[in-house]
């Protein structure tokens, strides 16, 4: 068998995938989007927009409503309040049902089947049926076609079920957690794989994870849930070229006064070394050490503070003038 | 690049029927369960051919057609020989066959929903290009029809062997076996028995779970089933002013015990009907339980005339009563079956 295409990928991928979309409608827009388990909102009042094209990480601490999201936009669950669309349609339309694939955090596949048979129940339900591109996915994994689905290991399953959604030939891809019990090497190789699909299709994605400094790389957009409320939505560059990493050694307890003026996401103090994330508000003044934040940094610092105030980019607001109709 | 090679020969060679879409998947998914429901249903086949052949010769070899149980024709008295050497293989096996309907709702409908809610595989089945109404409509209607011809089948069978001794075998016309083994009460038994399995397993989640409730619901169903059966057809009633000594010892009506006291015309010699309770008549035309008077002794004979009794009462089911009740059952059983099945559709669409 040939070698798994290893493909390098990165920001150069990006114009091809925008080219790819054809319709000016988003691949998901809420709006004041709620849903509610019994007694519990897993996700309350939601207003983003995920531009078509991207390939966005769905990030948030467990049980923020990731999952949920996921589930809403893949008609897995209706929503209590609000409304989600789809370039442009209900989830629960057909048209939408062939545009969307999603693929489980358990990547479930059905217990004695063949890898085969399991290609065939794709080709059974999906008219679009692109057999091609699921068995290259297949094929490239070094994978039997005639091996059970319970036989295979955490990376083979997930390759099946990327066939699967692949095969579907979607133009979202909602993927929860697709690499959480993978371990690093196949975890390049799951990555490459759905990069260079994603590359070739035009496909938009949307992936919860945990992985964030492996996604920095791979994602060019970013969804942040905390408590079931979008914390900050929009392109990664933009999100973090709008904060300021500082830091000082410093004396006092209740950190200098100087920040009052800026919006700060959180503040840590290790021994005398203080440091904050900032969104700058205008000139930072004082004596600082400043640079912009790595995603990861960024994350964590509002994962600490989920109860800062919400950062949506241009394209990833929903209009208010709509929102009211 | 291989990509544009054609199917894997895997795919390629299918035994089996052609089946596509939905219908291949279920059948695909549940596919142990059909065939070994198809081996048993062979099985029981060639059993009840063997069988019935013995039968129908032995039938013939003693010349029985037409009799009834304790007819008075000299040729029927083999009728209670005939009886010693058929009656007991077809009356267990009959129990058997009653049991059908527990096992489909218990191994096919019990795991049907809630395995793939429990394993995950009901993200993917809903996530597909076909919607979810048509998605549950398969995995519903596909296992109801492979139950449907599955149980017509053993219903056919079992009453192509009953019939041409259903006047011979005493007892075995009106009670849980054969009512609930001929005709459609079978099947559908058996199919209001797999969607409740299912519509069990929706709610539950859990394969096991699902099948030991499936399991307590079908037996309670089954004795609701057979406590209803009475009430299915307007009960026939006759009172004697008479009361005679040819008390034949047919089944015990419910305590009511009546020696030497059997109407005359009740139709009970050919035990094709079925008695449902008897006692005496007063001169004002009341029921009179005898048990304040006791049975058998010259002193309770004395004592129902003090209480004056002047004849008895007794109702029943005469043999032409048990197609139509067969209908209204299998009726009822139907109109469950569709709001079970309506509930696991919507429970589908709008809650798992």
Not at chain 2, 75 to 94: K, L, P, Q
Request: hydrophobic share 45%; aromatic share 8%.
């Amino acid at each position: 068998m040939n070698e798994p295409a290893h493909r390098p990928f990165g920001p150069d991928d990006g114009p091809g995938r925008i080219a790819a979309a054809d319709d000016g409608a988003p691949a998901l827009e809420a709006r004041g989007l709620g849903h509610r388990f019994r007694k519990h909102w897993a996700l309350r009042d939601c207003d983003f927009r995920l531009p078509a094209g991207r390939i966005c990480a769905l990030v948030g601490p467990n049980g923020a409503g990731k999952t949920t999201l996921l589930s809403l936009a893949a008609d897995l669950l209706e929503p209590t309040r609000g409304r989600l669309r789809v370039f442009g349609d209900a989830p629960s339309t057909p048209a939408s049902r062939g545009r969307v694939a999603f693929m489980g955090q358990r990547k479930p596949l059905y217990p004695g089947f063949t890898v085969a048979e399991m290609l065939r129940a794709g080709r059974e339900l999906n008219p679009d049926w692109d057999h091609a591109t699921a068995e290259r996915l297949v094929r490239q994994g070094d994978i039997s076609f005639t091996a059970k689905v319970g036989t295979l290991s955490g990376g083979q399953r997930t390759r099946v079920a990327l066939a699967l959604a692949f095969g579907k030939r979607p133009r979202l891809l909602l993927l929860d957690e697709p690499m959480s019990d993978l371990d690093p090497l196949v975890r390049h190789e799951i990555t490459a794989a759905l990069m260079s699909e994603v590359a070739e299709h035009g496909t938009t994605v949307l992936m919860s994870t945990h992985m964030v400094s492996e996604m920095d790389q791979v994602c060019d957009y970013l969804l942040m849930i905390t408590g079931g409320r979008v914390r900050l939505a929009g392109e990664v560059d933009t999100i973090l070229a709008a904060h300021t990493l500082l830091s000082s050694r410093h004396r006092e307890t209740d950190g200098p006064p100087d920040l009052a003026s800026h919006i700060v996401v959180s503040t840590k103090t290790v021994g005398e070394h203080f440091s904050a994330l900032i969104r700058p508000q205008g000139p930072v003044t004082g004596r600082w050490a400043r640079h912009e934040p790595g995603l990861e940094e960024l994350l964590i610092a509002y994962l600490r503070a989920p109860d800062s105030t919400p950062l949506l980019t241009a394209s990833a607001r929903v209009e208010a003038s709509e929102e009211a109709a | 690049m291989s990509a544009t090679s054609p199917l894997p020969a895997t795919v390629r060679t299918r035994r089996g029927p052609h089946l596509s879409g939905l219908t291949w998947l279920i059948w695909r998914q549940h596919r142990s369960a059909f065939w070994t429901g198809l081996v048993l249903l062979a099985v029981f086949a060639a059993f009840v051919v063997t069988r019935r052949s013995g039968m129908v010769a032995d039938i013939d070899a003693h010349n029985l057609a037409g009799c009834v149980y304790e007819s008075p024709e000299a040729r029927c008295e083999e009728v209670n020989a005939f009886r010693g050497r058929f009656y007991d293989v077809m009356h267990y096996t009959g129990l058997l066959v009653s049991f059908v309907p527990l096992v489909i709702g218990v191994f096919l409908g019990g795991p049907l929903l809630s395995r793939e809610l429990e394993n995950g595989t009901y993200a993917l089945s809903c996530t597909q290009s076909v919607s979810r109404t048509r998605w549950i409509a398969f995995k519903l209607g596909v296992p109801a029809l492979v139950t449907l011809i599955g149980t017509s089948a053993v219903a056919a069978l079992y009453t192509w062997w009953w019939q041409p001794a259903d006047t011979l075998m005493k007892g075995m016309y009106w009670y849980e076996s054969p009512f609930n083994n001929v005709g459609v009460v079978p099947v559908a038994l058996s199919l209001l028995a797999l969607v409740t399995g299912a519509a069990i397993g929706m709610v539950l989640r859990r394969p096991v779970a699902a099948m030991a409730v499936t399991c307590a619901v079908a037996v309670v169903g089954w004795v609701g089933v057979n406590v209803l059966r009475p009430l299915l057809w307007p009960v026939r009633e006759v009172t004697v002013d008479r009361i005679t000594a040819d008390y034949f010892g047919s089944p015990i009506p419910l305590g009511h015990l009546i020696p030497n006291a059997w109407p005359t015309d009740l139709p009970n010699k050919s035990y094709s009907a079925w008695n449902l309770d008897s006692g005496y008549l007063t001169s004002s035309g009341d029921h009179f339980t005898s048990g304040a008077c006791g049975d058998f002794t010259a002193a309770s004979a004395k004592c129902l005339k003090a209480h004056d009794v002047v004849g008895a009462w007794a109702q029943y089911h005469p043999a032409s009563h048990f197609w139509p009740m067969q209908w209204v059952m299998a009726g009822l059983l139907l109109a469950v079956t569709a709001a079970v099945t309506a509930f696991a559709v919507w429970w589908a669409r709008h809650r798992a």
